[in-house]
């Protein structure tokens, strides 16, 4: 089954604890991005990337890092994560540049 | 101004109504266009992809008017399964790939 899988689902941890959330796709698409999304602000683009080892930053990059070694994966991490990181996280993968983009099924992080 | 703007909501609408969603970007640079669904909380899902010719699926139509900036989502006889939150999204090469989504519309569609 195609898909984009993320991990973990849900996360509650402390702020300056560094944590990493997972994304794979299994569809051989070259571009993924993740966003955020927040109550009246919609979903913000973080970083994305356009194959391995490119990558770019989107509308909110702030906090955050990205690596995309495999095609396949392309993990987000919070190095010193902060209340304002509480957020529902999605990773996306599409085909190309203008492509539509597959979802995953989202990442709740709460940061005390 | 916030480069996508959407009809803010909620929408409440009887079953069998006919709904519009409309939608505005600002950047000339953007590049395709897109309805997404999202299901409260729940993953965004492509609903249709918007074309300047206009582009029919179903009970859904979409159309895009590059010279206004513009894009619209029309849902004719509105199903209680319609009920989500609709998603306008631009994506935009202007020396970098750039998504932008908009706030959304809320739909409730009622018995």
């Known amino acids: 089954e195609a898909q984009v899988t993320q991990n973990p689902r849900y996360l509650i941890t402390v702020t300056g604890k560094k944590l990493t959330v997972t994304c794979s796709q299994n569809?051989?698409?070259?571009?993924m991005s993740w966003y955020r999304q927040d109550p009246g602000l919609g979903l913000r683009q973080i970083y994305y990337?356009?194959?391995?080892?490119?990558?770019d930053k989107g509308d909110v990059p702030e906090g955050y890092k990205v690596s995309r070694k495999e095609k396949r994966n392309f993990p987000l991490i919070l190095e010193s994560p902060s209340p304002n990181q509480t957020s529902l996280y999605f990773c996306?993968?599409?085909?190309?540049?203008?492509?539509?983009?597959?979802f995953g099924p989202g990442t709740r992080l709460l940061v005390l | 101004r916030k480069e996508v703007e959407q009809d803010p909501g909620p929408f409440n609408v009887p079953e069998g109504a006919t709904v519009a969603f409309n939608c505005t970007y600002s950047?000339?640079?953007?590049?395709?266009f897109f309805w997404y669904r999202q299901d409260c909380r729940k993953e965004p899902k492509l609903l249709m992809s918007?074309?300047?010719s206009g582009n029919e699926d179903g009970r859904f139509t979409a159309q895009l008017n590059r010279a206004s900036q513009y894009i619209s989502l029309l849902i004719r006889d509105s199903k209680l399964s319609d009920s989500a939150t609709y998603l306008c999204?631009?994506?935009?090469?202007?020396?970098?790939?750039?998504?932008?989504f908009g706030a959304g519309t809320r739909l409730f569609v009622k018995a």
């Open positions: 990337s356009m194959n391995v080892e490119v990558t």
């Open positions: 996306a993968s599409s085909l190309g540049l203008q492509e539509t983009q597959y």
């Open positions: 569809m051989n698409h070259e571009y």
């Open positions: 918007v074309y300047s």
């Open positions: 950047n000339s640079a953007s590049q395709s």
């Open positions: 999204v631009v994506n935009m090469n202007t020396g970098g790939f750039k998504t932008i």
